[in-house]
């Protein structure tokens, strides 16, 4: 089973919203009050989820009574509540539901995957209910008897993370019910069920003579029965121990986080289970519904949990539809599956449930939403955020990137750049000094290692420390300490850097003596003069690229699972003493300062 589209009008806060779900997995944003929790609320009442425990919440209800808008007035016996919601029904994942639709409302020679449409309207009254399939419209008592079946063949699991108090848990260590996790194997369970009775009707039969022979001695006789009520495995309670080492805990034992990862991805094998099971007459594959997956888990969990579960979900072909407030937990594969909800504000009043636009650019804006940040603030960091590499080196800009690029190509033989990862370009120092954003980043790689111009050093050096990471092992400066060379460039050998200066003397004056936007200006074209010079005239090896070398073996070792070096030891940049300029033409180019990026 598969939600295709979902409207609802005069549902509490949705007064009418229309949602589409493209792809298996769907991600639901907002903020606190949105009205992600309602959509949820819709999807229970309508399809219904598996209860196998006795002791779970109610099942939602809708009711006109209580859940119409109370801002919208009008005569209370006019007012309605309508859901209409498109499903795409498969002959081989929903055999239980396919053969009923078939049986029950005589379609002949159907696809095997036809869509359903279901228009359910509340009155005070009445519920109307209307089924749609292939062009043929069904109304009254059909239609209820469609519903019906919907809402007893369990096509609903739902799951909340927020649940301290998980039913699975309810019980000391009883993790769920044997049922749940033997699908497949059910014939061998029914034999072991069948033998275990007999036993257990044996030893009963025994047992019952023995104390018979007890009352026996009574003045008073009594006829003695014992019987043993029928087992059955399907409801023997079962626990679930992991470890990390050599010893086996509980998983009630472990921390929230833990238990909430393994009892999401309990649920996604079950319906696993059901879809790759026989057809039986009881067989529909779910869809589960997650509220706040991330509940509990530290930030770089919250990654890696996000992609697997993104990853399981198209593997397994399960839909899964989470709320979330993490940017981990958004698709990443299709970012037409993420749902930004934002209730208008009347009269500063909370209002009725809108989606937001999130195409193109604006598809980042769920960041913003979740970490209590602007858009702009992540705009240089969001292709970081959803980016598939485990490893990253951030340089400060494009043209540094560009230099690094350079350095990857396999002509430089054992001095090349090996990064199993990408290169990112973050737009300049001022970005880093976003402590939260560059935590989050760090936390979202297993691999980070960051470059920045010498001449920002102190600065940058503070900020990195405070984050915990280490110089040489997670960032380094870029330069030669001498006037002139305190950024990337101060790398290049002295003949390309002779050319451009001296090829562009109004320039470099610029650069030392306009005004700022002129030095700006100025410093940012012989960047480019300096890397198209390179590009021209650089030939793998020492002469050109010797500098460049002697910072690629730091960042390699770095990255490499196989260094030695000790954790946090620190590797300084390649340095130079200063060098007093002969001419000047060498005073004008040693007095050019880092470019702005």
Not at 262 to 287: H, M, S, W
Not at 356 to 369: L, S, V
Not at 435 to 441: A, D, E, M
Request: proline share 5%; glycine share 8%; aromatic share 8%.
């Amino acid at each position: 089973m598969q939600l295709v589209s979902l409207r609802v009008t005069n549902y509490r806060t949705l007064v009418d919203l229309q949602l589409g779900f493209p792809s298996p997995y769907s991600a639901i944003c907002g903020k606190n009050d949105s009205g992600k929790t309602n959509v949820i609320r819709i999807l229970r009442a309508i399809m219904k989820e598996e209860d196998p425990y006795s002791f779970r919440s109610e099942q939602q209800e809708i009711s006109v009574k209580d859940d119409f808008p109370k801002w919208l007035g009008g005569e209370p016996t006019q007012r309605s509540i309508s859901v209409i919601a498109e499903m795409r029904v498969n002959k081989s994942d929903d055999t239980a539901f396919y053969e009923f639709l078939v049986a029950q409302l005589g379609l002949k020679r159907p696809k095997d995957t036809f869509p359903l449409v279901l228009e359910i309207t509340h009155r005070p009254e009445n519920q109307e209910v209307i089924i749609k399939i292939e062009g043929r419209v069904f109304r009254d008592l059909k239609a209820q008897e469609v519903l019906k079946r919907l809402q007893s063949s369990h096509c609903l699991l739902f799951y909340n993370s927020t649940e301290l108090g998980h039913p699975g848990f309810r019980h000391g260590r009883i993790a769920g019910f044997f049922k749940e996790f033997a699908g497949e194997y059910s014939e061998q369970v029914d034999l072991i069920t069948q033998t275990v009775n007999r036993k257990l009707r044996k030893i009963a039969r025994q047992q019952q003579q023995e104390f018979a022979q007890l009352l026996g001695r009574l003045e008073k006789k009594y006829r003695v029965a014992m019987s043993v009520s029928s087992f059955d495995l399907d409801y023997l309670p079962y626990n679930i121990s992991l470890s990390s080492g050599k010893v086996g805990v509980s998983l009630s034992d472990w921390g929230s986080g833990t238990r909430n990862r393994t009892l999401i991805l309990l649920t996604l094998f079950r319906a696993r289970q059901i879809k790759e099971g026989d057809a039986t007459a009881a067989k529909v594959t779910p869809v589960i519904v997650i509220e706040e997956p991330e509940s509990f888990l530290h930030p770089s969990a919250q990654a890696e949990f996000g992609r697997i579960l993104q990853d399981l979900s198209q593997e397994f072909g399960i839909q899964v539809i989470t709320t979330t407030h993490s940017p981990y937990l958004l698709s990443t594969g299709n970012p037409t599956s993420n749902i930004l909800l934002e209730r208008k504000i009347f009269h500063k009043q909370p209002r009725e449930t809108i989606r937001i636009e999130t195409t193109g650019e604006n598809w980042m804006q769920p960041f913003g939403i979740a970490l209590g940040v602007d858009s702009a603030e992540f705009s240089p960091w969001k292709d970081l955020f959803f980016n598939q590499s485990k490893s990253i080196l951030l340089a400060e800009g494009e043209i540094d990137k560009t230099y690094f690029t350079m350095l990857q190509d396999q002509t430089h033989g054992a001095s090349c750049l090996k990064l199993c990862g990408d290169i990112f370009a973050y737009g300049g120092k001022d970005v880093l000094r976003n402590t939260v954003l560059l935590k989050f980043v760090k936390e979202r790689y297993r691999n980070i290692f960051i470059t920045y111009d010498l001449d920002a050093d102190p600065e940058m050096e503070k900020t990195l420390t405070g984050l915990g990471l280490k110089k040489g092992k997670h960032y380094m400066p870029l330069g030669i300490d001498a006037p002139g060379k305190r950024n990337i460039e101060g790398l290049l050998p002295e003949s390309i850097r002779s050319a451009v200066y001296g090829n562009n003397p109004g320039l470099v004056d610029q650069a030392t003596q306009g005004t700022r936007d002129e030095k700006e200006s100025a410093r940012g074209l012989l960047k480019k003069l300096l890397l198209e010079e390179f590009q021209k005239k650089a030939k793998p090896g020492e002469e050109y690229f010797g500098k460049f070398y002697e910072v690629t073996r730091i960042i390699n070792a770095a990255f490499s699972k196989e260094s030695s070096g000790k954790v946090g030891e620190e590797l300084k940049p390649p340095q130079s003493k200063v060098i007093t300029p002969l001419a000047q033409g060498s005073v004008r180019r040693n007095l050019v300062e880092k470019p702005a990026v």
